[in-house]
């Protein structure tokens, strides 16, 4: 491929290239020429955020995200290329991040490392390695990872949820260290949720096969089956979904879902989702669990939803919303 055009990387970001045009925009990023492409468009969709009105972006929120697409890349010479990708997200209204070293493996393992962090109240942000291994880290959570992949592994950090997409390579596992665990895959799609703090660390397999370590235990997954993990007590439990594990991850496709979730859990993600604090006025409301599925509405909407179905209420408070039931 000669050069990447805007239509080429709208594709490729929405998984509608075809294998063959997939493999050809890879190895075009994936070269000194496919980067120098990148950085000129980039450039161009640059003037475009600062100088035209794009689509489903009023001003206030293009002029918000396009200092927070700024103020990404003065903290690390390396963005530029992920600042062509994220201006591109601006337009798919969904942030991307690429990959920014020319070849994706060296010998060893590098010991430079670059961090995405996807603050509270922030969408997800999708990350596309140049190994092909796509990547979405959910509000809430930090994904780390070397500059380059050492040749005999792919090694990453993460801490919170994130769905991962991972290209085949039996010569070079993908290995997710979440902290108390970590995941070992050669190529597979999963979800793994684990934030620090938490008592449970909880992986759902899609597609493939994968393993999970945690201390002197191992846990094997088949597809649509579920680990969950107690960090502090050091048991686990793998169990068939009854559906596809695919459930799990809705939140990748902006839909927030709970199955028999306790409250505290509830709280806890639309805490992540929203950047809300809760001032829990009655212990009662954590002896409630709750299933529904529910678009990604505004905050007021969402709340008045889970009222409607319990006897949970709630109630502004400047900054914090008091939790209380009314029983």
Avoid at 253 to 260: C, E, G, L, S, T
Avoid at 295 to 301: G, H, K
Avoid at 313 to 321: A, D, L, M, P, Y
């Amino acid at each position: 491929m000669a050069d990447i055009s805007d239509n080429d990387l709208q594709k490729l970001l929405t998984g509608s290239l075809d294998d063959k045009d997939y493999e050809a925009v890879i190895s075009a990023l994936d070269s000194e020429k496919g980067s120098r492409a990148i950085s000129r468009q980039m450039d161009i969709v640059f003037n475009r955020l600062e100088t035209e009105d794009i689509d489903g972006l009023n001003s206030i929120s293009r002029d918000r995200v396009l200092r927070r697409i700024k103020a990404r890349i003065r903290r690390a010479a390396w963005l530029r290329r992920f600042a062509y990708a994220a201006s591109l997200a601006v337009m798919f209204a969904v942030g991307w991040v690429c990959t920014s070293d020319f070849s994706p493996f060296r010998l060893h393992l590098s010991d430079e490392y670059n961090e995405i962090v996807v603050h509270k109240g922030e969408r997800p942000v999708h990350v596309l390695f140049q190994d092909g291994t796509h990547v979405i880290v959910n509000s809430g959570s930090t994904l780390r990872y070397p500059l380059c992949f050492a040749n005999n592994q792919r090694r990453v950090d993460l801490n919170g949820e994130a769905y991962f997409n991972v290209k085949p390579n039996t010569s070079a596992p993908f290995i997710v260290n979440l902290g108390h665990s970590e995941i070992k895959v050669t190529g597979t799609a999963f979800n793994a949720r684990s934030f620090d703090g938490d008592s449970l660390t909880v992986v759902t397999l899609d597609d493939g096969s994968l393993s999970l370590c945690c201390r002197d235990k191992e846990f094997h997954l088949k597809p649509s089956q579920k680990v969950v993990y107690n960090n502090f007590t050091n048991e686990g439990d793998v169990s068939a979904t009854g559906i596809s594990a695919s459930r799990s991850s809705l939140w990748k496709d902006n839909i927030i879902a709970f199955d028999r979730t306790p409250m505290r859990e509830v709280l806890s993600t639309i805490n992540r989702i929203y950047d809300v604090e809760f001032d829990i006025r009655d212990n009662d409301v954590f002896s409630h669990s709750f299933t529904f599925t529910s678009a990604l509405v505004p905050l007021d909407s969402l709340l008045d939803d889970i009222s409607a179905i319990s006897f949970v209420r709630f109630i502004h408070n400047g900054e914090s919303i008091e939790v209380y039931t009314s029983r």
